[in-house]
């Protein structure tokens, strides 16, 4: 109960995020988006896993076998290790979060169609609720922009991958903005054409559809240790920023090891405790199209620090360069 206090109050005081885009300064309208600091969120769905449901395919065999013994262990830890969201995709909209993780599986044995997103476990909402949660958001908020980033499709066959296909062009038709336009996606831009959604699928049966771009690239640090992530991050930068869009994941990832000698934390207090930590890194960058600067940063529990706030804000410092 008292988690849910804390993130009412903290959704109360962000309710203005939900259509910032629209209230960027002019001077930005005309920038690349890729070149725009955009807060996501990793993971998006985890906030409504199942504990009833299947283990996902992608656990290990051992994991398996324990959870047919021991599932009043297993479970819990699952649950508490797998959750990096605690808050509905609408509310995450409504926050500012304009960069969605989904990732999409198929239950292992499931004779239906139905496909869900996948942590250790799946989740209770399907692919197509989601979505169309999106688009019902979307069509209240004309001038913001999402971007749909669709991934690892564990289970999901061929026939699976073009239904799902044909359902996103359907649902979000005209507000799609395609991966053909010579020029690249601005404010102005997509409000001009009506588009608010950008469709990353990561999976080569997107080929032969237009409306579908590839793959966006992640930095991952594979790091359960704070200063260990941004170090990674910091190293990526000195290599050079990708050319359109990517992601910088200030996400921890916890191993076995730290799992069983961590017996009373779970990804929460872990992420918690270290946000402050990667709130002063993020306010020392700035988005652009230099060497260094950053584009989509990605958290987990988006909705429980300041993190969508000073990610906003670093586009204060790309449009004063800009006006100066």
């Known amino acids: ?8 109050n903290i959704i109360s005081k962000t309710q203005d995020r939900a259509n910032w885009m629209s209230q960027l300064p002019q001077s930005l309208w005309d920038v690349p988006l890729y070149n725009l600091a955009l807060p996501g969120s990793h993971d998006t769905m985890t906030y409504c896993l199942d504990r009833e449901s299947p283990l996902s395919v992608s656990n290990p065999l051992v994991l398996k076998i324990l959870d047919c ?3 009043c262990i297993t479970r819990p830890c ?3 290790w797998g959750t990096t969201q605690l808050q509905a995709v609408s509310a995450q909209l ?6 969605f993780d989904l990732r999409i599986a198929h239950k292992e044995g499931d004779t239906t169609d139905a496909l869900y997103f996948a942590h250790g476990i799946y989740t209770l909402l399907t ?3 989601t979505l169309s949660d999106i688009a019902k958001w ?11 980033a ?3 499709f564990e289970g999901v066959t061929p026939d699976l991958h073009q239904d799902t296909i044909l359902f996103m062009k359907n649902l979000f038709g005209s507000k799609i903005f395609p991966n053909i336009s010579e020029e690249p996606a601005t404010l102005r831009m997509l409000w001009k054409l009506g588009c608010q959604v950008i469709i990353s699928y990561d999976d080569p049966a997107a080929s032969g559809h237009e409306e ?3 793959n966006i690239p992640y930095w991952w640090a594979d790091q359960v240790d704070p200063k260990a992530v941004l170090s990674y991050l910091d190293e990526q930068k000195q290599l050079g920023r990708p050319e359109g869009f990517f992601v910088a994941g200030l996400n921890l990832t916890e191993d076995t090891q730290y799992i069983l000698t961590h017996p009373c934390q779970s990804m929460k207090t872990l992420t918690l405790r270290n946000y402050r930590l990667f709130l002063d890194w993020v306010q020392k960058q700035a988005p652009g199209p230099g060497k260094t600067c950053l584009n989509i940063i990605c958290a987990d529990f988006v909705g429980n620090s300041d993190f969508i706030s000073v990610v906003i804000d670093l586009n204060k410092k790309l449009a004063a360069r800009l006006t100066s």
Do not use: F, T
Request: aromatic share 8%; charged share 30%; glycine share 2%.
């Open 127 to 129: 692919v197509k609720e």
């Open 150 to 152: 669709c991934s690892v």
């Open 94 to 99: 409504d926050i500012g979060i304009r960069y």
């Open 69 to 71: 013994i021991i599932p």
């Open 212 to 214: 579908l771009w590839p």
């Open 1 to 8: 109960m008292e988690d849910d206090v804390v993130d009412a």
């Open 78 to 80: 699952l649950y508490k």
């Open 138 to 148: 979307l069509s209240s908020h004309p001038k913001e922009v999402v971007i749909l």
